[in-house]
């Protein structure tokens, strides 16, 4: 292999790792929004119960 096609061989592999590593990273940020949304949906409806308990009571 010359020089030039070992560069382009690197350059093509840093590329790739590039790409995964950004989807990686995408999929982590959507998972931390969905863990956020979920736990924001728990605490809602948590102090809509406690609220109705109130009410009740």
Do not use: K, N, P
Not at 11 to 24: D, K, M, P, Q, V
């Amino acid at each position: 292999m010359t020089d030039h096609e070992l560069f382009l061989t690197a350059s093509y592999a840093f590329g790739l790792l590039c790409l995964i590593a950004e989807a990686l990273w995408v999929r982590a940020r959507h998972r931390r929004a969905l863990d956020d949304a979920r736990d924001d949906a728990r605490d809602d409806a948590r102090d809509q119960m406690r609220e109705a308990a109130e009410d009740v009571a």
